[in-house]
C-alpha cells in the first residue's frame, strides 16, 4: 500500500501540472521524509483513473500514525499532517500569483476559475468534507432563501483539546487571516495552511490579498483581506474598498461584516471582506420604496423588500454611490428615534453601523446598506436586534454578513436534532425528555399543530420548511425597523434626515 499510495499522491501533482516527469523522486523522497521512512520499494506505474485524494492521504496518515509520527489518527492530528504532505507538492506562492494574473489577461473570471479549482485540488478546499453539509432552500415572502447546516469543520478530540490547552501560544500567525497564514505549519490551536496560496490585490490604493474560504458556505465564497492586521471598519475607505473590489471582479459580489460586535462577524480583529460567485435572495429582492436623497439625485435610491432594513444605492459613478453611502452612513451612526428604540450610543458605548454589499449591474454599481445596531438590555442581553430567545434552538449566533444576504449557516447540532426530532414526531415520544429534542420541543408542538398531515415522507421537507421559517424570524429580529406599518413610518423618518 505505501509504494501505491506514494506513487499515486506523486502522479496526482504531476497530472495536476505541479510536478515535470523529472520531480517525481524528488517528491516522492520528500514524502518519505515526512513520514520518517528510511526508504521504499520505489515508484510504480499509475494508469487509469486516480482514487481520490482523501483516500491517498488517509492511508499515508494512518501509516504516520503507526510510525508515531503522529499522535493520534484523528482530524486534530491528521489534519496536520496531510496538508504537510500537499504542501510538499502545491506550488510556490509567486507561481501561483504568477499562473492567477496570467488568466487575468484573458478575463478575471478565467482567472478566479482557475484559482478556485486550485485551492479544492490543493486540498486546501476539502471537498469530501464541504459535501457533507447538509443544504436545502425555503420559499418565503422574501424570495427563495438557503439553509445549510456546517458540518464541514471537524470536532476536536479530547486528547487534542488537552494538548492544546498546554501549548504555549506563538502569537504567530496574529489570527487565521494574517498573510502569514500562507505555508504556516500550524499546531493543534491552529490549522495547517502549508497548502495554502493567497493572491495579491490593490483595493483603494491599499495592499489586500484573495483568497477562497476553506468551508465554503456558498458557490466560490471568497475572502479578501487587509495586508496589515488591523481592525475591521466600516467606513468611506471601505466603501471605496468593495467598488473597487468589484470592479477587478465584476462577476463576483462583496460585501463586509459589520464592525461593531454582536452585529459584526467573528474576527472583527482583522480588516477584511467576504464575496464569491453566488446571487443571494437580498440580491434579488427588489426595491419596494423609492426614495430620493437630497444632493444625490443622479442615483437611484430606495428601500429594498427584505426582513432587515436595507437602502440600496445605484449608479454608474462609483465615487458617487460611496459618497453617498458614507453619507448614509454619517447620518446613520447618530441617528437616535426612541419610539423605535434606537440609540446610536449609551454611556460613551457607540451602537450603529452598516453591513455593506456590493455587486455590479452592468455597467452600474449597487450597493446594499443594511443598517445594524448592538443595543442591548436587560430583557434582551444578547442585544436587542438580534435573534429573540424563542429563536435560540435554531440559531443564537451572530447574524453575520452571510446570513443577513439570506443564507443561514445553522450550527452542526442540528444535524442529530433534526433527525431525532423527526423520529419523535412520528412515534409521539416525549421530546422534552431527550437531550436532543428537550430545546425544540415547544416549537415542535406547534410544527405539528400546523401540519395534521405530518407523516414518515414529509416530515423531513417540513421541518426544513419550518426552520426556514424561523430564520426568516431571526433576520426579521436583527431589523431595526420591523415590518409593520410603525417600522416602516420609523424608517422613513430616518430617510427624511437624508
Known sequence: MLELRISQLVEYAVRKGWLAESDRVWAANRILEALR???????????????????????????????????GNTPAYTDLFDTKLMGLLTPRPSEVIRAF???????????????????????????????????????????????????????????????????KSTGYPKCLLCAENEGYAGHLSHPARQNHRIIPITLGGADFFLQYSPYVYYNEHCIVFNKLHTPMHIDRSAFTNLLDFVTLFPHYFIGSNAD????????????????????????????????????????????????????????????????????????????????AFLFHETEGELHSTITPIARRRGEDYELDLVLRNNITTEENPLGVFHPHAEKHHIKKENIGLIEVMGLAVLPARLKDELDALAEGLLSGADLSADARTASHAQWAAEVQARHPELNAENVESILQQEVGAVFCGVLEDAGVFKRTEEGRAAFLRFVSTL
Open 260 to 339: 461593531l460586535p454582536i452585529v459584526g462577524g467573528s474576527v472583527l480583529s482583522h480588516d477584511h471582506y467576504q464575496g464569491g460567485g453566488y446571487e443571494f435572495a437580498m440580491a434579488r429582492a427588489e426595491v419596494e420604496t423609492p426614495v430620493t436623497i437630497p444632493g444625490f439625485e443622479d442615483l437611484e435610491a430606495g428601500i429594498v423588500k427584505w426582513p432587515m432594513s436595507v437602502i440600496r444605492v445605484k449608479g454608474a459613478d462609483k465615487e458617487r454611490v460611496a459618497t453617498c453611502a458614507a453619507h448614509v452612513l454619517e447620518k446613520w451612526r447618530g441617528y437616535d428615534d426612541e419610539s
Open 37 to 71: 521512512l528510511g526508504g521504499f520499494e520505489g515508484l510504480t506505474a499509475v494508469e487509469g483513473e486516480l482514487p481520490p485524494i482523501q483516500e491517498i492521504l488517509d492511508d499515508l496518515c494512518t501509516v504516520a500514525c503507526e510510525n508515531g509520527v503522529i499522535e
Open 101 to 167: 494574473y496570467d488568466r487575468m489577461q484573458d478575463s478575471p473570471r478565467a482567472a478566479t476559475n482557475w484559482y478556485y479549482a486550485f485551492s479544492g485540488d490543493t486540498n486546501y478546499i476539502r471537498r469530501d468534507r464541504i459535501a457533507k453539509d447538509r443544504k436545502w432552500t425555503v420559499d418565503t415572502d422574501y424570495g427563495t432563501i438557503d439553509i445549510t447546516i456546517n458540518l464541514s469543520k471537524p470536532e476536536k478530540d479530547p486528547k487534542a483539546i488537552a494538548a492544546a490547552g498546554k501549548a
